[in-house]
């Protein structure tokens, strides 16, 4: 897959960098402005469901885990309350224009503490149906020092910290967590918001669900390489592998619910792009990449 790529110098250039924002908003009842979704409003678990807002696809899991754990079973590990600091809760995605949405529900902003603190891994993403992640869109600059929201063809992956970096069952069902070397094809804020949903699910008091975490993440679907994908296989975990939530999402050929909407206010990368190459800005030619694997 040869194609041209302006050099990323570009990115820094025109501003570029690592950039977290609050512009996701939570309505006093829970609702998250924007999606038409309220958090725990379904209890079910391990399940996918098409209709909780229009065009929005929902993976929930909250206080439940797809992997089972040694000791504790199907529940973010170590269990209880320290497990439930690690909970991936849910996962809402949706396509607006070009851009794939995703919408993380969890315990936790960025990192988590069970002995040692841990951080939140990169979004890793299969666009092409072949085993391995193809791009991965980073959530913290601190997991191998790539610019936070940066979305990158992956060249090698970050494997588990942590006691289940040593247990390969584990290890294998999660596969990397994080993207350590890439090239980034563009980038987008990451924007947060925190809520306090209280006991929705009347379970005991280690499992409330206060100081709520929301993250917005969004792909540029035009920035990968090739025909608009099908589908994309999507996964996030906690760096030790103690939960981990993804899936599969059929994305739709004509963009979804507001097709071409923009939602967030960053400049568009491509736009800075184009003002370079009208200056006789340079491109480097990129090679076939050896895709890594679980």
Same mark, same amino acid.
């Given at each position: 897959?040869?194609?041209?790529?302006?050099?990323?110098?570009?990115?820094?250039?025109?501003?570029?960098?690592?950039?977290?924002?609050?512009?996701?908003?939570?309505?006093?009842?829970?609702?998250?402005?924007?999606?038409?979704?309220?958090?725990?409003?379904?209890?079910?678990?391990?399940?996918?469901?098409?209709?909780?807002?229009?065009?929005?696809?929902?993976?929930?899991?909250?206080?439940?885990?797809?992997?089972?754990?040694?000791?504790?079973?199907?529940?973010?590990?170590?269990?209880?309350?320290?497990?439930?600091?690690?909970?991936? *809760?849910?996962?809402?995605?949706?396509?607006?224009?070009?851009?794939?949405?995703?919408?993380?529900?969890?315990?936790?902003?960025? *990192?988590?503490?069970?002995?040692?603190?841990?951080?939140?891994?990169?979004?890793?993403?299969?666009?092409?149906?072949?085993?391995?992640?193809?791009?991965?869109?980073?959530?913290?600059?601190?997991?191998? =020092?790539?610019?936070?929201? =940066?979305?990158?063809?992956?060249?090698?992956?970050?494997?588990?910290?942590?006691?289940?970096?040593?247990?390969?069952?584990?290890?294998? *069902?999660?596969?990397?967590?994080?993207?350590?070397?890439?090239?980034?094809?563009?980038? *987008?804020?990451?924007?947060?918001?925190?809520?306090?949903?209280?006991?929705?699910?009347?379970?005991?008091?280690?499992?409330?669900?206060?100081?709520?975490?929301?993250?917005?993440?969004?792909?540029?679907?035009?920035?990968?390489? =090739?025909?608009?994908?099908?589908?994309?296989?999507?996964?996030?975990?906690?760096?030790?592998?103690?939960?981990?939530?993804?899936?599969?999402?059929?994305?739709?050929?004509?963009?979804?619910?507001?097709?071409?909407?923009?939602?967030?206010?960053?400049?568009?990368?491509?736009?800075?792009?184009?003002?370079?190459?009208?200056?006789?800005?340079?491109?480097?030619?990129?090679?076939?990449?050896?895709?890594?694997?679980?």
């Amino acid at each position: 897959m040869k194609r041209w790529f302006i050099f990323t110098i570009v990115m820094a250039v025109f501003g570029v960098a690592a950039n977290y924002a609050t512009a996701l908003s939570v309505s006093p009842s829970g609702e998250v402005v924007g999606w038409g979704v309220t958090p725990f409003v379904n209890n079910d678990n391990g399940v996918v469901v098409t209709d909780i807002a229009p065009g929005v696809t929902s993976y929930l899991q909250n206080d439940w885990a797809p992997i089972n754990y040694p000791g504790v079973g199907n529940v973010p590990s170590p269990g209880g309350r320290t497990g439930e600091q690690f909970d991936l *809760e849910e996962m809402h995605v949706r396509v607006v224009g070009d851009e794939m949405q995703f919408l993380l529900v969890a315990s936790s902003e960025y *990192e988590a503490t069970a002995g040692a603190t841990y951080s939140l891994g990169d979004l890793m993403l299969n666009v092409d149906g072949v085993d391995g992640f193809d791009y991965g869109l980073v959530t913290l600059m601190g997991n191998a =020092g790539l610019t936070a929201g =940066g979305l990158y063809d992956i060249d090698t992956t970050r494997g588990l910290q942590g006691a289940y970096a040593n247990n390969p069952t584990i290890a294998a *069902e999660i596969g990397p967590w994080a993207v350590q070397t890439g090239m980034m094809v563009s980038q *987008e804020d990451i924007d947060t918001a925190d809520h306090d949903y209280g006991n929705p699910n009347n379970r005991s008091r280690s499992w409330w669900e206060d100081n709520t975490t929301l993250y917005e993440f969004s792909v540029d679907l035009a920035a990968i390489d =090739g025909p608009r994908p099908e589908s994309i296989d999507f996964q996030i975990a906690w760096g030790c592998g103690n939960d981990v939530i993804g899936g599969t999402f059929d994305v739709p050929s004509g963009g979804g619910p507001g097709d071409g909407q923009q939602t967030n206010g960053v400049p568009e990368p491509a736009t800075a792009m184009l003002g370079l190459i009208g200056m006789g800005g340079l491109a480097a030619r990129v090679g076939r990449k050896t895709r890594p694997r679980r």
